[in-house]
């Protein structure tokens, strides 16, 4: 069989969605979204914590979380469909000098372009969560306006209205080849459907280095384990205990439901696709959890599971044309902060396919050729 579309977009997570919304909303609504999974949300997305934030390091991700953040909280209005977006806060802990003069130099960027975001203290630190033990800390950062989001609920809003909008999207639809004729996408192929098509998208996430790999692009993206648990309900426990990261030792925490959400990142972690839970780093995290949030000493867990960081060399991502094939563009490569970013990132790949280039951010920074002149900047606001 074979079918034609104005654009197909590899992967079904926020990213897919996203910008199949996004395109449907603006006309394009000849558009596929093929989903490998049996369902939305199997993948990076829908293992994600939840974490939404404007502090960032460079200006560009300060701008896709501005961005982001307008869209989100309009989303219920536009999009029929609730997103529990909570502004509890983000707080970072220090315990380097170095790290806190970076953070001192993201809080001038952070402010210059209107994020309410302020260096803080230890004293201050302990003022906002007493329930952490601040030893060995020397400061940190705090912004009241970062919180979290449902990301089903955020995924589901833009698949549900993408399809409104008459865009077609379809799970265990794994991508098994594209054809290039005369230097341009031709077609996308599954196993049981050829998509004739000039214009791919690869949202594919932590395959998307295997999806460039059938047309002969190499793209920079590692596929990363890392592991998050849920505690039972925790007595006591405040609602508006906020995100909490302990940055050199990639911890973090924050309210889920009746008990904690906690993560920790293995910074020596090998590239696989191995999403099992690291019984070794299970037992490491969980001591490092309770001496840093006593409370957790007596919690049950009720919920672990492990999932996939799409990692760039630097940390950022990968958005706009791919070279040496005319009509393939990428959104991926996020390193941890992708559900945070995909409304904007939808919004500006649509502009990217339809008008030629994306304008409501300069995405010019993120762009693949960055890798290939070696003129890139690290984010260092990752956990």
Known sequence: MTTIADVVIIGGGIMGASTAYHLAKRGCTNTIVLEAGEMF???????????????????????LSKLSFGMMEQFSDEMDQQIGLRRCGYLFMLDQANDLEQFRRNVALQNSLGVPSRVVSTDEIA??????????????????????????????????NAR????????????????????????????????????VVIAAGPWSASIGEMVG??????PIRRQ???TGPIPGLRPDFPFVIDFSR??????????????????????????????????????????RLPLLADADISAEWAGLYEVTPDDQPILGKLP?????YICAGFSGHGLMHGPATGLLM?????????HSIDIDPLRWARFASGVSAREYNVV
Not at 324 to 328: H, P
């Open 350 to 358: 649509a502009e990217e396919v339809l008008e030629g280039k994306a």
């Open 228 to 230: 998050i648990a849920v």
């Open 127 to 160: 003022a906002v969560v007493p329930e952490v033990d601040v030893s060995g800390i020397i400061g940190g950062s705090w912004c009241a306006a970062d919180g979290l989001v449902d990301p089903h609920g955020l995924l589901q809003g833009y698949v549900s």
């Open 250 to 291: 990639s911890l973090y925490f924050h309210r889920e439901g009746p008990g904690i959400l906690t993560g920790k990142s293995n910074n020596d972690e090998q590239a696989s696709f191995d999403t099992s839970v690291d019984q070794e780093w299970r037992l490491r995290h969980f001591e490092e959890a309770a001496r």
């Open 217 to 222: 692009v190499d793209i920079p993206i590692e």
């Open 41 to 63: 949300g199997l993948g990076s997305t829908g293992l994600n914590a939840g974490g939404v934030r404007y502090q960032f390091a460079s200006r560009v991700n300060i701008e």
């Open 324 to 328: 040496e094939v005319e009509g393939l």
């Open 164 to 199: 409104r909008l008459g865009a077609t999207l379809r799970t265990g639809a794994r991508v098994e080849g594209m054809d290039v004729v005369d230097g341009r996408i031709a077609a996308v192929r599954t196993k049981d459907d050829v998509v004739a098509t000039r214009n």
